[in-house]
């Protein structure tokens, strides 16, 4: 495997919240007052008596999700959840020996480490984003090196990638330190030491073929970046208040990020999915399948938590139901028949408007027909991606996929606005 020089690693961790005790002196006991003589009193002028009313409470603001702060969590946990699944994509083509897969795997995946480095850059100047970028590569060339070495059974490289990824943890600990005091330099290397650890897991159950560890291991990995993107985020937030209005941890703000990290989530593993299927690798397809449902199960028991268990029961397979066109279409593409694709993309076309009106029966802030369109765009995203692997063009399907994944963005906030909008006591 030709070996690429592009790496990654991680950050963070947690700021410490300082609690304020305030201590109310008791009030002075009154002194006696002196009884005046019984002369004939004046008859003194009625004093006015203010109203019994209660004082007016000041309102609370509006919950929202749409802040700066928030804005800074989402991009954050998405950018880093993407380089886990952009990572696994590269080390699984390379050990399958798909190597114009791995290529443009990689390719994209330094795509993304560049973004990251600019949403670095966007905060701390153009000199960090630069500083950034070569150390977030290295430990992603580590990880070529422990993926070429398990691929030729190279115990002795295998140990010193593994040695050389320990390493790392402490320089990027330290890197992050530098630039914000609040993140420890310690916590930062244990943070990233687990990143490490779990891609290093499913490196090695993709080598063994175990592909359902291996996307049991994949969705640990992509979850656990939150534990890293969200004390960034906080801690970025509270170097910076100027720059950021809102807070990170609200509600709402919390609301958002979970369904923008499952819904990116869900485009990567139908992807993956798809490409599977496409490469006749059937017992990897049966896993990705496998993932991409359970990542189903936890969409619908986010909508459940605001909706409630009949709402979750009806959601899910309404959202299954698409996925299933979309192995339609997928099995049409790798057969060459014209007339099951086509039926299959019909099938998604009236979906989209099926979709529509289910989210704005139980939310009339969500317009049927805008939503049918955010879907749309999903659908020919992902139908984009799918005719790129069908035809092996792997450039072109995984800038359609970085796409997709992006896209579901458009959809996740919307959403997210709209519950708020419609229950703003649950989220104030």
């Known amino acids: 495997m030709k070996k690429f020089q592009k790496r990654v690693a991680l950050v963070v961790a947690f700021a410490v919240i300082a609690i304020i005790a305030l201590a109310c002196a008791p009030a002075p006991t009154p002194t006696a007052t002196p009884v005046p003589p019984t002369v004939a009193p004046t008859k003194a002028p009625p004093t006015a008596v203010p109203p019994t009313t209660a004082p007016t409470a000041m309102p609370k603001p509006a919950a929202s999700s749409d802040t700066k702060s928030a804005g800074l969590r989402v991009a954050l946990n998405k950018l880093l959840g993407e380089h886990v699944i952009l990572a696994l994509s590269a080390t699984g083509a390379a050990l399958g020996g798909r190597n114009d897969e791995f290529k443009n795997a990689a390719d994209a995946l330094d795509a993304n480490s560049v973004d990251l480095s600019k949403a670095i850059g966007s905060v701390y100047g153009a000199d960090a984003e630069k500083a950034f970028l070569p150390l977030w590569r290295k430990h992603i060339g580590f990880f070529v090196d422990y993926t070429t070495a398990t691929a030729a059974k190279d115990k ?16 990027f600990g330290a890197f992050l330190n530098s630039a914000s005091p609040a993140l420890p330099a310690n916590v930062v290397a244990d943070l990233v030491q687990m990143h490490v650890v779990g891609l290093k897991g499913a490196v090695d159950a993709q080598a063994a073929g175990d592909y359902p560890k291996a996307y049991t291991e994949m969705r640990k990995a992509y979850q ?13 937030v509270k170097q910076f208040p100027d720059k950021f209005d809102g807070a990170t941890d609200t509600k709402a703000a919390t609301l958002r990020v979970a369904l923008n990290n499952l819904l990116q989530e869900h485009a990567y593993l139908a992807a993956s999915a798809t490409n599977a299927a496409l490469g006749g690798r059937d017992a990897e397809f049966k896993a990705a399948a496998d993932a991409l449902d359970a990542n189903s199960v936890d969409l ?8 409630g268990a009949d709402a979750e029961k009806a959601f899910l397979p309404l959202w299954r139901k698409h996925i299933g066109f979309f192995v339609d279409y997928t099995t049409g593409v790798a057969t060459k028949d014209k007339a099951k694709s086509d039926k299959a993309v019909n099938d998604l076309l009236g979906y989209t408007k099926d979709f529509g009106a289910f989210l704005n029966s139980a939310n009339p802030n969500l317009p049927a027909a805008a939503v049918a369109d955010l879907v749309m765009t999903h659908v020919v995203g992902l139908k984009g991606v799918v005719d790129a692997q069908g035809a092996k063009d792997f450039a072109k399907a995984f800038t359609a996929l970085r796409g997709a994944a992006g896209h579901m963005q458009m959809i996740a906030d919307p959403l997210t606005s709209a519950i708020i909008k419609q229950f703003p006591d649950k989220f104030a």
Do not use: C, E, N
Request: glycine share 6%; charged share 20%; no cysteine.
């Open 156 to 171: 002795t490289k295998q140990d010193k990638a593994v040695s050389d990824l320990l390493g790392y943890t402490k320089d």
């Open 224 to 236: 656990h970046m939150q534990m890293i993107a969200d004390p960034l985020a906080s801690t970025i």
């Open 300 to 307: 619908s028991k986010a909508i459940g938590s605001v909706y």
